[in-house]
């Protein structure tokens, strides 16, 4: 199977090292002279950027989060002028303002580059039609794709999300042969196909490439099967580039991490230290050469483990597991990321409910639904079924419009849903992960 | 001349008019008129009971929704045309009806309303001199 980078996948891993060690160096030495916030965070933690020799020393940085890319909001962290930054990209944050991330010109080239190396990963070349059904906007999804199928001169047919009846049209008149999408449309894709009594000789798809959300192994076959393909993991998170920061090859052994430019690191979620190779932990990523917003040791909240043993593809970038947990309350619905406090945000502004709610998930048909379970407040119980309709309408509403996702509003009765100062119970994940 | 009347917030899972009911009768609180109002997913259960702020207190003990609301009970012959003369007398008055059941005993029949506005259909029954009962003539139905 074809390699796109053999130099940079394939790469020795002692010289690689030697490769992450003078990138991080740059990368830190750009970090603190650009941006006030790593300058400072640095300083508090009595570091320069002499004080990194190699990647070694990367663990003596402090690390970045989520809260801090909010703080900075919209462009804080930005390390470049504005003039340099070509593409902004946003996804939703737990307040309401969205994590923005921007690229440079070398940036997009660099995401180009990862995403190509993602695609020959799935075998994939210029002989092959993707048909990206992932959004194109704001979310990384669909654009990430469509640079990398461009760059390996595939056929990119960009349909975008959402609109089953035309992805079937296409994917028969166009004979796509790559699906790119969240592997939970990809089985409701497959289902469609049935439903509308598609022969599954008309269609020519022989691989996809699925991410954005968990998905389990017992998913992985089921898509398989059904749509006769080979179903490849893909990994990203948009803070860092977007799809491309590390994706399965055909061995489907893990996923290789594009180490050259994303470093990681697994650590303890709690005690926040590094631990060593074959650990569960939560993954950590340091952007070597990302110039628009360079992250040092971004917690991703995700979990997994690391190898570094060599694959039988060839490619020696360092390997991680399916991301199947996480060390903080997000959920991914839909593709979407979502905070339980978006919820209580929301409720908290509406006069005529208390912020007592429960989240219930669940996958109906393949698709993720939220149910929102609000519980009727007695200053509001006035004994009308329209009113407290109305009500349900402009919880859902409002929801609606903060989360940008579809929800479902339940009203309950009060205190049955769980109270508790300290840990209260405000998800219920029925999903199979 | 209203009768306080009881509303109760209950999901529509089974059982659980059971529970209201079960607290009540442990309470020897009685029912005069009961009903329930329904969507798919929730309902409201309004009571007229012989002691209602003694039934509103055990229930939110348990955690229940309850609110009492003011109703008016008309009593009249067990015949539709009596509903339908006091349901005229309310519509030429421009008061308007937000929910309204009855049940009957031999050949009287008791009328349950709420209307926007209680005060107004009061004076406008009497006017037409239909039988009012206030909450102890109620009971003795």
């Given at each position: 199977m074809e390699i796109w980078n053999g130099h940079f996948e394939c790469m020795d891993r002692l010289d690689l090292k030697k490769v992450q060690s003078e990138r991080l160096m740059e990368t830190v030495e750009r970090s603190y002279f650009n941006v006030p916030y790593y300058r400072n965070k640095m300083q508090a933690a009595g570091l320069g950027p002499e004080s990194i020799g190699s990647i070694d020393d990367l663990h003596r940085l402090p690390f970045t989060d989520k809260q801090d890319l909010r703080d900075n909001y919209p462009f804080g962290l930005f390390a470049v002028p504005m003039s340099e930054i070509v593409r902004i990209h946003a996804s939703s944050g737990t307040t309401g303002k969205p994590t923005v991330v921007g690229y440079t010109r070398h940036d997009i080239a660099t995401w180009s580059e990862v995403m190509a190396r993602t695609l020959k990963c799935a075998g994939a070349g210029r002989n092959d039609f993707i048909q990206v059904a992932y959004g194109y906007g704001l979310f990384t999804?669909?654009?990430g794709l469509h640079y990398?199928?461009?760059?390996?001169?595939?056929?990119?047919?960009?349909?975008?999300?959402?609109?089953?009846?035309?992805?079937i049209q296409l994917m028969r008149d166009f004979g796509s042969t790559v699906l790119a999408c969240t592997p939970s449309y990809a089985l409701f894709l497959a289902e469609?196909?049935?439903?509308n009594n598609v022969d599954p000789s008309d269609i020519k798809l022989r691989v996809g490439v699925f991410g954005a959300e968990p998905w389990t192994e017992m998913m992985r076959r089921e898509i398989e099967t059904k749509l006769r393909i080979k179903a490849i993991d893909i990994y990203g998170l948009s803070e860092v580039i977007g799809p491309g920061v590390a994706s399965e090859c055909m061995a489907q052994e893990g996923l290789h991490i594009n180490e050259d430019h994303f470093f990681p690191e697994i650590i303890d979620p709690d005690t926040l230290q590094v631990l060593p190779e074959g650990s569960m932990g939560e993954l950590v990523f340091t952007t070597l050469t990302k110039e628009g917003l360079p992250l040092i040791r971004y917690r991703t909240r995700d979990l997994t483990r690391l190898t570094s043993e060599r694959c039988s593809c060839g490619r020696t970038m360092i390997r991680m597991e399916k991301c199947l947990g996480r060390s903080d309350d997000m959920l991914i619905v839909r593709g979407v990321n979502l905070f339980p406090s978006q919820v209580e945000n929301v409720l908290l502004e509406m006069s005529e409910i208390k912020p007592h709610y429960l989240l219930v998930v669940?996958?109906?048909?393949?698709?993720?639904?939220?149910?929102v379970q609000v519980e009727v407040d007695e200053a509001f119980f006035l004994d009308k079924i329209s009113q407290l309709e109305a009500l349900r309408m402009k919880i859902q509403e409002n929801l609606?419009?903060?989360?940008?996702?579809?929800?479902?509003?339940?009203?309950?009765?009060?205190?049955?849903?769980?109270?508790?100062?300290?840990?209260?119970?405000?998800?219920?994940?029925?999903?199979?992960? | 001349m209203v009768i306080p009347q009881l509303s109760v917030f209950i999901e529509n899972r089974s059982g659980r008019l059971t529970e209201v009911l079960e607290v009540l009768g442990r309470e020897d609180i009685k029912i005069t008129a009961l009903t329930v109002a329904d969507t798919s997913e929730f309902g409201i259960l309004r009571l007229i009971v012989s002691d209602s702020e003694k039934a509103r207190d055990v229930l939110k003990d348990q955690s229940f929704t309850v609110n009492i609301t003011n109703v008016i009970s008309v009593i009249a012959p067990n015949e539709a045309r009596h509903y339908a003369r006091l349901l005229r007398i309310l519509s030429d008055r421009d008061i308007s009806i937000e929910y309204t059941y009855a049940f009957a005993r031999g050949s009287k029949a008791v009328i349950i309303l709420r209307?926007?506005?209680?005060?107004?259909?009061?004076k406008a029954l009497k006017e037409n001199e239909m039988e009012?009962?206030?909450?102890?003539?109620?009971?003795?139905?």
């Open positions: 999804g669909g654009l990398g199928g461009e760059k390996i001169g595939a056929s990119v047919i960009p349909v975008s999300g959402g609109n089953t009846s035309r992805q469609a196909l049935q439903e669940d996958r109906v048909n393949n698709l993720d639904t939220l149910e609606e419009t903060a989360l940008a996702l579809g929800v479902k509003v339940t009203l309950v009765e009060p205190k049955k849903l769980e109270r508790s100062e300290t840990k209260s119970k405000r998800v219920i994940d029925k999903r199979k992960f | 209307c926007n506005n209680n005060d107004e259909a009061i009012l009962l206030n909450a102890s003539e109620l009971f003795k139905i």
